[in-house]
Nanobody
Framework: QLQFVESGGGLVQPGGSLRLSCVAS????????ITWFRQVGGKEREGVSC???????YYIDSVKGRFTISRDNAKNTVYLQMNDLKPEDTAIYYC???????????????????WGQGTQVTVSA
């Protein structure tokens, strides 16, 4: 069974840091593009950061310079290091996977085949 498990979320003060982990089971992650999305309430999920199977990384403007995505294929895990967190980063964070995502689809949730259950990140004083 193909599955993702996200962890590392929690409550943090503005300016703080968290590291999210996304562990895959049932498949090897190394041939997949992995993207972190986030969702607030009933709003549509927003793509945040992507790491392609070949290594290139992408970020939305609002997190550039603060978030870093990385992957450890040996551990079948993708990480999202989040620094200088802001209240507007509060959301449920999900990881998603697909092989060979087209560049124009990176931030489209409909392009992804597999999703995790999400981990809550709350940034508040």
């Amino acid at each position: 069974q193909l599955q993702f498990v996200e962890s590392g979320g929690g409550l943090v003060q503005p300016g703080g840091s968290l590291r999210l982990s996304c562990v895959a089971s049932g498949f090897t992650m190394d041939s997949y593009d992995i993207t972190w999305f986030r969702q607030v309430g009933g709003k549509e999920r927003e793509g945040v950061s992507c790491v392609r199977s070949g290594g290139p990384t992408y970020y939305i403007d609002s997190v550039k310079g603060r978030f870093t995505i990385s992957r450890d294929n040996a551990k079948n895990t993708v990480y999202l290091q989040m620094n200088d967190l802001k209240p507007e980063d509060t959301a449920i964070y999900y990881c998603a996977a697909r092989q060979n995502v087209n560049p124009w689809e990176i931030w489209l949730q409909s392009a992804y085949s597999f999703w995790g259950q999400g981990t809550q990140v709350t940034v508040s004083a």
